[in-house]
């Protein structure tokens, strides 16, 4: 008898041990009480047949605080071949204490080429079929631009975050869209020393996007996604000589086409929409609204594109994320960009180069040079007047570098 006793007795004990141990299991992941949200964007060109051709994505090379670490590419002359340029990219943190993080972001078919504060930063060259890979020196590319076989990332290992600190965050006299997406509600973050209000980091790509855009010949946008997974919100754009037009669409499953957009809308109307949409796949309004304030005066620049939120579920696929501790929450919310070569974009750009034009061609910046291959496949000479004509203008009125 008392030897059953016995039996039972252990047995409650184990019992218990392991529902406590099940409970702590559960809960591990929400023990921090961490919330991690990132907004950033994908930039790419359309091509004729509507698929992302290659193009400058390395773009204007010196748009960032001096601060800010490149791998190396401040400077680069040579041009970085690709199909997607991964803009700003910010990590916020929000967390009830002080408390320490690891954060590993994954690029398997882009490399890292800038970021704050002080992370590890490498990049490999994939070397055999067994999976092997070693590592690629910065600048590498000096003599080879395009993405063969290059695999990226970059870790924090100890990222400490510090809710209701105000630490001192480095600025520089020269007004930059990196600083508008300080405000935030977000907890400081600290790494050897470095302070800032979020992660930073930026990247280029050679991947396929989700979504397809060819223009037809009466102008309309025939959309298509790749994908499968839901496109949750499109936005063809347009502006010409400061006049702007859109039309909104989604969720996108299959394919659709919208007219060309008249130009009579108003720009303020399209940042409350987009501000909403932002907000309703998961980023805090703060954050929605800094991340617009970052990047309207280059969405809606002169020029067509196609705005849209870029599928969730793909996100871990082309950049996993790790975070130590788990996070309780977590929100990634990415805008896709395309930029389109319309029959009105060719006009322009022709117009002013027969003009020596060299304002109006400046306004397409870094997405000149794809434009300049569709209106002039394989003519030098050509390229070489315009060349001659931004790199005057370039010198006396300063900004990107053009080449």
Not at 88 to 102: E, K, M, S
Not at 106 to 121: D, L
Not at 170 to 175: L, S
Not at 204 to 217: K, N
């Amino acid at each position: 008898m008392k030897s059953a006793l016995r039996v039972a007795y252990l047995a409650s004990i184990l019992v218990s041990v392991a529902l406590i141990k099940m409970a702590a299991d559960v809960s591990a992941p929400d023990s921090s009480g961490l919330t991690v949200h990132e907004w950033g964007t994908f930039t790419s060109v359309a091509g004729e047949d509507g698929s992302a051709m290659d193009w400058d994505t390395l773009g204007c090379k010196n748009d960032l605080p001096r601060f800010v670490y490149d791998y190396g590419y401040r400077g680069f002359k040579l041009r970085l071949q690709g199909t997607v340029r991964m803009e700003t990219p910010v990590l916020f943190f929000y967390a009830p204490h002080p408390l320490n993080a690891r954060v590993k972001v994954s690029f398997p078919q882009g490399v890292i080429t800038e970021w704050y504060p002080r992370a590890a930063c490498q990049v490999f060259r994939n070397t055999g079929n067994d999976g092997s890979s070693r590592p690629v020196p910065a600048n590498v590319y000096a003599g080879g631009t395009f993405f063969q076989n290059l695999t990226g990332g970059i870790e924090w290992k100890n990222v400490q975050v510090q809710p209701g600190s105000h630490p001192a965050l480095p600025v520089e006299n020269t007004p930059n869209r990196y600083y508008a997406a300080r405000e935030t509600d977000s907890a400081p973050v600290s790494v050897d020393g470095q302070s800032e209000n979020f992660l930073f980091y930026r990247g280029v790509a050679q991947l396929p996007v989700p979504v397809c855009v060819r223009i037809s010949g009466d102008g309309s946008a025939v959309i298509e996604n790749r994908d499968g997974k839901p496109v949750p919100k499109l936005v063809l754009f347009e502006n010409y000589n400061s006049r702007i037009g859109y039309r909104t669409a989604g969720p996108l499953q299959g394919a659709l086409t919208l007219r060309a957009p008249q130009l009579k809308d108003s720009l303020p109307a399209l940042l409350d929409d987009l501000q909403c949409t932002l907000t309703e796949q998961g980023l805090f309004p703060k954050e929605a609204a800094a991340m617009l304030n970052t990047w309207k005066d280059s969405w809606f620049e002169e020029g067509s594109r196609l705005i849209y939120i870029v599928p969730s579920a793909m996100l871990q696929i082309i950049l996993p994320l790790e975070i130590e501790p788990a996070p309780a929450h977590t929100a990634r919310v990415f805008v896709g960009r395309i930029e389109l070569i319309t029959p009105e974009t060719e006009r322009v750009v022709a117009s002013a180069i027969a003009n020596s034009d060299a304002v109006t061609l400046a306004r397409y910046g870094r997405f000149l040079h794809p434009i300049l291959e569709r209106l002039y496949p394989q003519d030098a000479r050509k390229a070489g007047e315009i060349e001659r004509l931004l790199r005057r203008y370039e010198l006396s009125h300063g900004g990107c570098d053009f080449r």
